[in-house]
């Protein structure tokens, strides 16, 4: 059973930044495609990158674009979320999620991790 658990969440004031962790249960990270989602209070889940197994594949949601980074150590079995720049807007539980196939904005990822929460004061 894969397991995905994120770390590094927590508050922060805008303009700042953070960088979530998520290890993965086994070394599933040489083969599988990473990403991360969020959702924010009220809203809907949505994309927010993504990257291949081997990290030459990247997509990233407009609205994070020039802002966040999204790196794997395929070694250290972990996907990172480097967030710069962080706005109110970027408040939201963030998940990481996996997949042995290619995703990319697609949310039908097969693992989820239990997220860690956000929090961007103005």
């Known amino acids: 059973q894969v397991q995905l658990v994120e770390s590094g969440g927590g508050l922060v004031h805008a303009g700042g930044s953070l960088r979530l962790s998520c290890a993965a249960s086994?070394?599933?990270?040489?083969?599988?495609?990473m990403g991360w989602f969020r959702q924010a209070p009220g809203k809907e889940r949505e994309f927010v990158a993504a990257?291949?197994?081997?990290?030459?594949?990247?997509y990233y949601a407009d609205s994070v674009k020039g802002r966040f980074t999204i790196s794997r150590d395929n070694a250290k079995n972990t996907l990172y979320l480097q967030m710069n720049s962080l706005k109110p807007e970027d408040t939201a539980d963030y998940y990481c999620?996996?997949?042995?196939?290619?995703?990319?904005?697609?949310?039908?990822?097969?693992?989820w991790g239990q997220g860690t929460q956000v929090t961007v004061s103005s």
């Open positions: 990257i291949g197994w081997s990290g030459a594949t990247i």
């Open positions: 086994e070394r599933i990270l040489s083969t599988y495609t």
């Open positions: 999620v996996a997949d042995p196939r290619w995703r990319g904005v697609d949310n039908r990822y097969e693992h």
